[in-house]
């Protein structure tokens, strides 16, 4: 577990919409999500590993605070 929380309705609306950004690109893209991935061409996987990183890169996620 990252966080010891549930995000809020703001983070959730902020997670979604990343989420969606990123998505668009990659179905867009596919090459860019077969590079992120390294494997066959996977949007959603992609997209998944972009909100993923927002995450793991929030302070309270690195500090356990």
Same mark, same amino acid.
């Given at each position: 577990q990252v966080l010891t929380r549930q995000?809020?309705?703001q983070e959730k609306k902020i #997670? /979604?919409?990343?989420?969606?950004k990123?998505?668009?690109h990659y179905?867009?893209?596919p090459a860019d999500s077969a590079r #992120? /991935?390294?494997?066959?061409p996977n949007p959603q996987l992609a997209a998944r590993m972009v909100v993923a990183s927002l995450i793991l890169n929030l302070d309270?996620?690195?500090?356990?605070e």
């Open positions: 995000p809020d309705e #997670l /979604t919409r990343e989420y969606q990123a998505l668009q179905e867009k893209n #992120l /991935t390294a494997g066959p309270e996620a690195i500090t356990h």
